[in-house]
């Protein structure tokens, strides 16, 4: 499975945008890139996912670069709510299993 | 909510002893993973089922089995346990096989001490 690396935490201010970086320079060209979060005491939450185009959904934005080495999960405007841990994993084409790294951990400060 | 439920929420034994954790995933979806997370350890997959069928497996223990049945439901056995398997234990669905095209729907775990 292609490898993604995260910084281990980020903090921000509220309402203010958030932009949560993922290298993955392994990755093959059917990889899709998926976001998921964890707040505290909770199941692993889905974010958002994308191939190649960035993508849009209500709760974030996903930039992927150009040649698909990195991507960046991007918050608008970051609540006290949004404080969790933040995994970008690769899963695998067979869709077979998901390996989770460590994520990069958010703080909001009010 | 995600439509995936787990029971029992908190489970608290000896060791040495055996658990069934289980899992319900969301309508219409055909796939199971189950994944284990300690203090230390992070998000571990542990097997994946698919209509059935195991399809994957990862950092799962021998004394460790699953297995999911007709009507989709899936179950996860833990034997012979020790303190170390003390942990959260998640299950996930998905509509089935399609890569990464879809999303995991994630349980709300089941919290497994052993004392």
Known sequence: DAKTTQPNSMESNE????????????ISGTDYIHWYRQLPSQGPEYVIHGLTSNVNNRMASLAIAEDRKSSTLILHRATLRDAAVYYCILPDTGGFKTIFGAGTRLFVKA | DSGVTQTPKHLITATGQRVT???????GDLSVYWYQQSLDQGLQFL??????????????????????FPDLHSELNLSSLELGDSALYFC????GLAGGRVEQFFGPGTRLTVL
């Open chain 2, 21 to 27: 954790l289980r899992c319900s995933p969301r309508s």
């Open chain 1, 15 to 26: 309402e203010e945008p958030v932009h949560l970086p993922c290298n993955h320079s392994t």
């Open chain 2, 47 to 68: 097997i994946h089922y698919y209509n059935g069928e195991e399809r994957a497996k990862g950092n799962i223990l021998e004394r460790f089995s699953a297995q999911q």
């Open chain 2, 92 to 95: 996930a669905s998905s509509p």
